[in-house]
């Protein structure tokens, strides 16, 4: 079983910035996709970004477009979120995200890490 430790949350001003980072161990060979979900209270787990371990191919959800970006360093096992431009709407637990191919549904994806909790607010 891979695990992933999200970290790097925290309170930000509207139009602020932050990165997220995601630390992987275990058998991360059996997996070719991470990806970042968020979760606001009463809503459901929402997808955000997505890269692959090789390749680095990218998806992002259009409320990412433009404002996060995501990246990984394969030697340190690592995948991260850069937000930029934050909104009060971004506000939400970010989890981290482990599965075999880039896709949307939070079902797809078979390993999860604990959530970091990001809040955007003046």
């Known amino acids: 079983q891979v695990q992933l430790v999200e970290s790097g949350g925290g309170l930000v001003q509207p139009g602020g910035s932050l990165r997220l980072s995601c630390a992987a161990s275990?058998?991360?060979?059996?997996?070719?996709?991470m990806a970042w979900f968020r979760q606001s209270p009463g809503k459901e787990r929402a997808f955000v970004a997505a890269?692959?371990?090789?390749?680095?191919?990218?998806g992002y959800a259009d409320s990412a477009k433009g404002r996060f970006t995501i990246s990984k360093d394969n030697a340190k096992k690592m995948v991260y979120l850069e937000m930029s431009s934050l909104k009060p709407e971004d506000t939400a637990v970010y989890y981290c995200a482990s599965g075999p191919y880039i896709r949307t549904n939070a079902d797809d994806y078979g390993s999860w890490g604990q959530g970091t909790q990001v809040a955007v607010s003046s």
């Open positions: 275990g058998p991360i060979e059996r997996t070719s996709a």
């Open positions: 890269i692959r371990w090789i390749g680095g191919r990218t």
